[in-house]
């Protein structure tokens, strides 16, 4: 009798633990991309309206019309980890168990540009870059969320004025090669490892995923009449028409997003103000069931610039931002085309705006010119 009691308390504790401990966390869930921009981290990621740069293909093809140079990105590498990689970096051991991993994300970012040129008329860019997303929830039955992939793409695009040059119109696309996983599962699965013919396979290595996918991205500008100094322009942009789909790689849905910037020069200083709404149609799953919008989604970004240089780039720039619920900040220094880019954000990673924070840092070198 003892034993069918230890039994039947034994069921219901593992039962209990794993639907208690582990669903809520399912539920949590941060935004999926191609590629993000440094500069655009550090405001908070406010750049549907702003994107004038080597990265606007990634964020709306009619900023095409907003520059004013020949830009040529021959080269540039970026890094982006997050918090607790770092303190797993850096702490005696060197070693972490999957106990005190619960709760915490492994995050490393890579990604590479390999060359870019972007006009007033067109733009194209070959890009590359990595990721490892890693996350153990539950400590006493881990539940693993894994994500990593290795991807090479190339983007292009086109844009066109019309209205007395007030309204920009662009058109984009993307082709992406992925190769990797994007997967959840117990470690203790019993079924994770099955034998098959003298052979030993894994469930991991059968989601495992090599895959190319392709999508349109359109975008739009209207530009005010200048008000104080200030030239005021509201964008909209539709990301990854009919979404990119990896299959076992993952998938990059399509987005809707709308921004409004003003931007204005005083005293030898170019200053930059914008918001952005991101994913209107909701395709990421960021807002909580019965509200309409999230604060998550929500961008706020500044830049102030000095000495603007033969590529369009400043000198010097500061950025700061609020990325949904949490502040961003971001500087970078242009010396003859070497270019350095900083960016301390965070991003949410739990199921609401405010729950669950992943401190992150960025950094980048580029050589442009």
Known sequence: MRAVFLRVFLFLSVFTSIVILSAPLLQAVEPVFVRESLRARGMGN???????????????????????????EVVGFNFTTNQSTQDLGNSSSGSATLGNLAGKKIYAEVNLGILSHINSRFGWSLFSGGLLDIQVRNPVFPYLELKSYLQTGIAGGMAWSFMDYQLDVGLGAKLIQRAGIDTKFHVFDEAIIEIQEESKTTKLEKKFSNKAAVAPDLGAIYHFDSVHNMEPKVAVSLQNIGGLDFEGAGKVPMTMNIGVSTESEVGGFDFIMAADYRDLSNSQNLVSEGNIITTRNLKLGAEMGWNRLFNGHHLFSLRAGRNGPYNSVGWSANLFGFKIDFAKYSQEIGGYGGELEDKRTSIQVSLIF
Do not use: K
């Open 46 to 72: 406010a750049f549907t309206a702003t994107a004038n740069d080597e990265m606007l293909l990634f964020y709306n093809p009619a900023g095409l019309r907003s520059v004013s140079y020949n830009i040529y």
